[in-house]
């Protein structure tokens, strides 16, 4: 069992940053591909980024070159630097793991979800 928590959101204008935390409970975090996803007002949660147990990332074509993810093992956290951000950021922001090999993106693959944290980009 794996339980994650997320912390880092807020409000902050286009063109700003924030950096969100996903610290994750249990002895091997680092077999587990971690996700990032967001959830705006009445769409469905998109796949934001991956990063294996290996560090191998991922990303949608939408926050390439703006976000980045990265891990600590040693502290079981993975974090999400999001740079340029812009309104259409706009969402609730879940951290997720899963023993993942392929389709790094689909949310169907990961077992285990954080509650979200709200980041809200002002234009």
């Known amino acids: 069992q794996v339980q994650l928590v997320e912390s880092g959101g807020g409000l902050v204008q286009a063109g700003g940053s924030l950096r969100l935390s996903c610290a994750a409970s249990g002895r091997t975090f680092s077999r587990y591909t971690m996700g990032w996803f967001r959830q705006a007002p009445g769409k469905e949660r998109d796949f934001v980024a991956a990063i294996t147990g290996g560090g191998n990332t991922y990303y949608a074509d939408s926050v390439k070159g703006r976000f980045t993810i990265s891990r600590d093992n040693a502290k079981n956290t993975v974090y999400l630097q999001m740079n340029s951000l812009e309104p259409e950021d706009t969402a609730v922001y879940y951290c997720?793991?899963?023993?993942?090999?392929?389709?790094?993106?689909?949310?169907?693959?990961?077992?285990?979800w954080g509650q979200g944290t709200q980041v809200t980009v002002s234009s």
């Open positions: 997720a793991a899963g023993l993942i090999y392929i389709n790094y993106g689909s949310l169907r693959k990961y077992d285990y």
